[in-house]
């Protein structure tokens, strides 16, 4: 099993990025992003379900148009990010679950992609 994250990059506040995440070797049932700064934990940034219509925000995102989807023809999992601030500046990681339906904790998940940075300057 595999998660190839991408989409990462150095933007200006005010800009936007979309995230990919590209999942090979199974199925899965919850998938997630999370995201980690410099000298912090893991935080838990959205999720959904397999179908698509549960969906998960943090509130720390939550009211910012920020979009988690998914195209499960092509294994792919979205994190749209509208408006970004030099606060979402962190490295983001896709993560899914076999079991789970859906999931906001870390711990719930087995599976994770290696990460990219997004950077966001004021």
């Known amino acids: 099993v595999q998660l190839q994250a991408s989409g990462g990059g150095l933007v200006q506040a005010g800009g936007s990025l979309r995230l990919s995440c590209v999942a090979s070797g199974s199925t899965f049932n919850s998938v997630g992003w999370f995201r980690q700064a410099p000298g912090k934990e893991r935080d838990f940034v959205a999720a959904?379900?397999?179908?698509?219509?549960?969906?998960?925000y943090a509130d720390a995102v939550k009211g910012r148009r920020f979009t988690i989807s998914r195209d499960n023809r092509n294994n792919t999992i979205y994190l749209q990010m509208p408006n970004l601030k030099p606060e979402d500046t962190a490295v983001y990681y896709c993560?899914?679950?076999?079991?789970?339906?859906?999931?906001?904790?870390?711990?719930?998940?087995?599976?994770w992609g290696q990460g990219t940075q997004v950077t966001v300057s004021s």
């Open positions: 993560a899914a679950d076999r079991w789970r339906l859906i999931s906001d904790k870390i711990t719930d998940y087995h599976y």
């Open positions: 959904q379900n397999w179908r698509g219509d549960r969906r998960k």
